[in-house]
């Protein structure tokens, strides 16, 4: 099978389009339980109704493992945001109302969030007085059961000429707590530069879901190092500060 239509390159893995499908091809060393995992919380994830690219399987391809789903024709939110600047603000509203509604959503038999950033602490490279308070914060925390996106960013919202919103990239999937997966998404914007809008985004998701402020903040250090063991050595330093600071006010 001859696949030539790049939609995007990352490490271990290339996404292609072909025809009406979409294959997410990894490369030979990239981890089978990953990879099946990661089709695994597809599956689970289209049961709660929310829209996703439909899972049409896990196949090989010249040797190496593939995930098929179908393609969806649309801009993502990214793009939108930055051909229409002056509609900032109607985006941001958009962008919180549609991750309130997966955070309303249950996804029963899907990892918990909990093991996943115990395991990523564990794994960090912080040393071990640090991994303790990080563990110890970890289990001061509410566990919920809310279905959490795990990389809910604008570029994984793609909108279809009809106006249809579609979630896509569901790998870091978990049930767990919403301020989670909140923490995260702010921590993505901070990441890219984004500094202000990142404020933004936090201070109305806030607002919009009557959610303390305070509290979505606690979960920022643990945030931070689960996002450190990724190795991106541009992020270590500010990763860092956030992972060593107590408490936000």
């Known amino acids: ?20 499908k979409v294959i997410k091809l990894f490369d030979a060393q990239y981890s089978m339980a990953d990879i099946l995992n990661e089709a695994l919380n597809q599956a689970r994830v289209m049961e ?55 955070h309303s959503r249950k996804a029963p038999m899907l990892n918990r969030q909990y093991d996943k950033f115990y395991k990523k602490i564990s794994d ?34 793609i909108v279809t000429a009809n106006d249809d919103v579609y979630i896509i990239d569901w790998a870091h999937a978990t049930q767990g707590n919403a301020s989670a997966d909140v923490a995260r998404t702010y921590l993505l914007f901070y990441l890219n530069g984004k500094e202000e809008f990142a404020d933004k985004y936090l201070n109305l998701f806030c607002e919009r879901t009557d959610t ?6 606690k979960w920022l250090p643990i945030v931070a190092a689960s996002q450190s063991v990724k190795g991106n050595k541009e992020e270590v330093g500010l990763l860092s500060r956030w992972v060593n600071v107590v408490d936000y006010m």
């Open 48 to 102: 709660t109704g929310l829209n996703i690219p439909k899972l049409h399987g896990v196949t090989e391809i010249d040797g190496k493992t593939a995930i098929v789903l179908d393609y969806i024709e649309g801009k993502t939110f990214e793009q939108l945001m930055n051909e229409h600047p002056e509609k900032q603000d109607e985006f941001l509203e958009r962008f919180i109302a549609i991750q309130a509604d997966v």
């Open 1 to 20: 099978m001859k696949l030539e239509n790049v939609l995007v390159k990352r490490p271990g893995k290339t996404v292609y389009r072909d025809g009406n």
């Open 212 to 217: 303390a402020k305070q509290y979505v903040q």
């Open 124 to 157: 960090s490279s912080f040393d071990a007085t640090t991994r303790y308070d990080l563990h110890s914060r970890l289990d001061a925390m509410k566990r919920h059961d809310k279905l959490c996106h795990g990389d809910f960013n604008p570029s994984n919202i």
